[in-house]
């Protein structure tokens, strides 16, 4: 394929990427105003985002398994149609339970993109020219992903919240100039629904229990139960089903997990950011536009991360620039903190354009180092279940903000956002100190060569806040 043909499908796969990004990020600004409108504490409000992120989340895999089946073409259409139907019904939504489904069946449907997009351009091109349309479609994602606040507030105050809700309906549109480019070709073999159901309530579990404090005991408790349950029944069904849903191979790979545990600190700084400055903004005074302005800069920022992260990957490696944004998200965190307590926009501002620089080179480093970490023919399914992990960090970024900002303060749940990398590190350790990419065993699971190489060229994801 030429250079001209991956320029066009991935400018287009970026777009569509960005307008999956707006479901989080400008339905993120109108949350106080939601809030208010239906009745509820903007805690109880930030449920909207949190389960969106929670079903981008555990959808994603899905997408990647299904893909490996039966190609690219279908889930794709299934799900951006999805997403497309959710933000419709959260813009008619006349309560605020409907409105939480509408965004559970719009988040689901966006899960589509994550990892689908990254596989066409994997899939259709290579070498050079793949990792020249990987940093494009993240230059694109990432840029329209952070206009969404920006564009948020601009439609809010023009046409109310309901609109901004509606906004990833745009989608669509590009669904037709992308065709041609969707595979259609898998292997033919079945999804694993039973082990998918059981990794979603699991992970659903967690993300409750942490938000629960905005809601009460009842929630809590069936948190812990989802977990206490699903936890080892998760388990049993990866022993039964070793090339099920998840399979045996991946999720016993080292680096996949180590890779995955610690990028989720990363989304999870993104999300909780996106809750945090608007609330604390709007909440003196500013409008929605005005704090979308607030955030704009960090849209130039994410245009210029891939043409820094490339380079990277290719200088130290997926797990030491995962490290490094694990740093970066921190010292976000601690500004934001910082912001909020003394009401600075400033510092506020400049803390998303932080987790903004993290987020671009997080996000490719873990594509990079699970993609090399496994065989061709689990790689959709180990890109998917590290996606996973990944996007469940951003659940649990917006849970913490949600479930703790009203009961400990603003302030203290972003500190809780900044010590999460250090777990990170901890999980990521022997990796940075075997200082050498996996290379994929004849099973499909990764063994680390203790001698120096250099890192492989290029990268298997793209980086874009969603």
């Known amino acids: 394929m030429n250079l001209q043909d991956s320029r066009r499908i991935s400018i287009l796969l970026g777009a569509l990427f960005g307008m999956a990004g707006m479901g989080s990020s400008s339905a993120a600004i109108a949350v106080p105003l939601m809030a208010e409108d239906l009745g509820v504490s903007v805690g109880v409000g930030t449920w909207t985002i949190t389960l969106y992120a929670l079903m981008l989340a555990v959808a994603t895999p899905v997408y990647g398994r299904v893909a490996d089946l039966v190609g690219v073409r279908l889930p794709l259409l299934v799900g951006i149609s999805l997403m497309a139907a959710g933000a419709t019904l959260s813009g008619l939504a006349p309560s605020f ?107 659903a579990g967690l993300v409750l229990l942490i938000q629960s404090p905005s809601t009460g005991w009842t929630v809590a408790f069936v948190g812990i139960l989802l977990m206490v349950l699903g936890a080892p029944a998760v388990t049993m069904r990866v022993r039964r089903r070793p090339h099920g849903f998840l399979p045996l191979s991946v ?113 490719p480093a873990l594509m990079e180092a ?24 951003g659940s649990i970024g917006s849970a913490v903000v949600g479930g703790f900002g009203e009961l400990v303060g603003m302030p203290q749940s972003l500190l809780v956002l900044a010590a999460l990398p250090l777990v990170g590190m901890v999980a990521l350790a022997p990796l940075l100190r075997s200082g050498s990419p996996a290379e994929p065993a004849s099973d499909g699971t990764a063994s680390v060569d203790p001698s120096p190489v250099a890192p492989s060229r290029g990268s298997n994801g793209a980086g874009a806040p969603l």
């Open 97 to 203: 339970d409907l409105l939480l489904v509408a965004r559970v069946m719009q988040g689901a449907g966006a899960a589509a993109v994550p990892t689908l997009g990254v596989t066409v351009l994997s899939a259709r091109y290579d070498g050079a020219v793949r990792g020249l349309a990987l940093g494009r479609l993240a230059g694109v994602a990432a840029a329209l992903s952070c206009l969404g606040p920006l564009a948020g507030g601009a439609v809010e105050g023009q046409l109310g919240w309901r609109a901004v809700m509606g906004l990833p309906i745009l989608g669509l549109l590009l669904i037709p100039f992308l065709w041609h480019a969707l595979h259609k070709d898998g292997t033919g073999a079945r999804l694993d629904v039973l082990g998918a159901f059981l990794v979603a309530g699991t992970s």
């Open 251 to 363: 999720i016993t790979n080292h680096v996949v997990m180590r890779s995955a545990v610690a990028g989720a600190p990363v989304p999870a700084g993104w999300f909780g950011l996106l809750i945090a400055v608007p609330a604390v903004m709007i909440g003196h005074g500013w409008e929605p536009w005005q704090v979308g302005l607030l955030l704009a800069p960090s849209a130039a920022i994410a245009l210029l991360v891939p043409r820094i992260a490339g380079p990277m990957l290719t200088r130290i490696g997926g797990p030491r620039s995962l490290a490094l944004a694990g740093l970066v998200t921190t010292i976000a965190m601690v500004l934001a903190a910082l912001g909020a307590d003394r009401h600075a926009p400033v510092v506020l501002g400049a803390s998303v354009v932080f987790v903004t620089i993290a987020f671009g080179v997080g996000q």
């Open 370 to 393: 699970v993609g090399g970490a496994v065989n061709s023919e689990v790689r959709g399914v180990a890109l998917g279940v590290a996606t996973l992990l990944f996007l469940v960090g």
